[in-house]
């Protein structure tokens, strides 16, 4: 902990940023080999401060070289687009002659007007629909072929 430099920090933050990993790809890591996200290495390396942190509190570190670290700027879109009534319908009705074809219409509209992440649309539920109050409680996700909580 006491040779993590500013340096090595930055080198971590490039890795990331190139989808460079050190070491085989474990069973499971479908994200292997691909850049992490502005998003996710404010928030590694935000983590990293605060452990960081807590050892130099302790005094088991002089000082926390993650507070010097220039964090890459996230960019802000204004571009938010919300589909129109007609768009939904277009994508509804694009859905693929079959045996799900039903089925398939019924998720692209739930998730066009109910906005759930992919897991969470697949986990849903009967029970998660409560028609008089005419919601759709989100209880579980799907990943990696596990069941699980949301994560808000």
Do not use: C
Not at 11 to 39: C, S, T
Not at 71 to 89: M, Y
Not at 110 to 136: H, I, S
Request: net charge positive; charged share 30%.
């Amino acid at each position: 902990m006491r040779r993590i430099k500013a340096e090595d920090v930055n080198d971590l933050i490039l890795l990331m940023e190139q989808g460079d990993r050190p070491g085989a790809r474990q069973k499971g890591d479908r994200r292997y080999g691909r850049p992490v996200g502005v998003k996710s290495i404010r928030n590694y390396i935000g983590m990293l401060s605060a452990l960081l942190g807590f050892a130099e509190r302790k005094g088991w570190l002089e000082t926390n070289v993650a507070r010097r670290i220039d964090l890459p700027q996230a960019t802000r879109s204004e571009d938010i687009h919300f589909l129109e009534v007609d768009e939904v319908n277009a994508l509804v009705a694009a859905a693929q002659p079959g045996a799900y074809e039903a089925i398939d219409r019924a998720l692209y509209l739930t998730a066009a007007m109910t906005g759930p992440r992919q897991g969470e649309l697949v986990a849903l539920r009967w029970r998660d629909v409560d028609w008089p109050a005419g919601r759709v409680r989100v209880r579980q996700n799907y990943v990696l072929g596990e069941f699980g909580t949301p994560k808000s």
